[in-house]
């Protein structure tokens, strides 16, 4: 693979912001939903927080190679030894926390590498990569 099918930081910060406008309308909707009910027991509320702020992120990169966000920009997270799969739940999870509590310094590593990745891809053995790169 040549250096052109990993993505540079911007189309990785602008999938981010994509997902953070998603995010805030998952949050929207779901509290409108909410308000049409008297007594939203604290359970589904929790529920909803869970996903739209914890799993989100986790659950599509694992099943579907990347989040909305990623997908509308092109780029796939996928297994660094095996770039046709996608990584496993558990490790997409802890990518997500590492993402999350490093913030933008983990993405300031990618220019840093041929393979242009964030510290949290390193940490798993993820590697982004232009969807048309997949076989």
């Known amino acids: 693979m040549t250096e052109k099918n990993y993505p540079h930081v911007s189309d990785r910060v602008k999938a981010v912001v994509i997902d953070s406008i998603i995010l805030i309308s998952e ?57 046709e799969k996608n990584i496993l739940l558990p490790l997409a999870i802890i990518r997500f926390i590492v993402k999350a509590f490093l913030g933008w310094l983990s993405l300031l590593t990618v220019s840093g590498n041929k393979k242009r990745k964030a510290i949290h891809d390193m940490l798993v053995g993820s590697v982004v990569i232009y969807r048309n790169s997949e076989n």
């Open 27 to 83: 949050l929207v909707l779901v509290t409108y939903i909410f308000s049409l009910f008297e007594n939203v027991p604290d359970v589904a509320k929790k529920i909803a927080f869970v996903f739209i702020f914890l799993l989100y992120d986790p659950i599509f990169t694992s099943f579907f190679g990347g989040t909305i966000g990623h997908m509308i920009m092109n780029i796939r997270v996928r297994r660094h030894r095996n770039e």
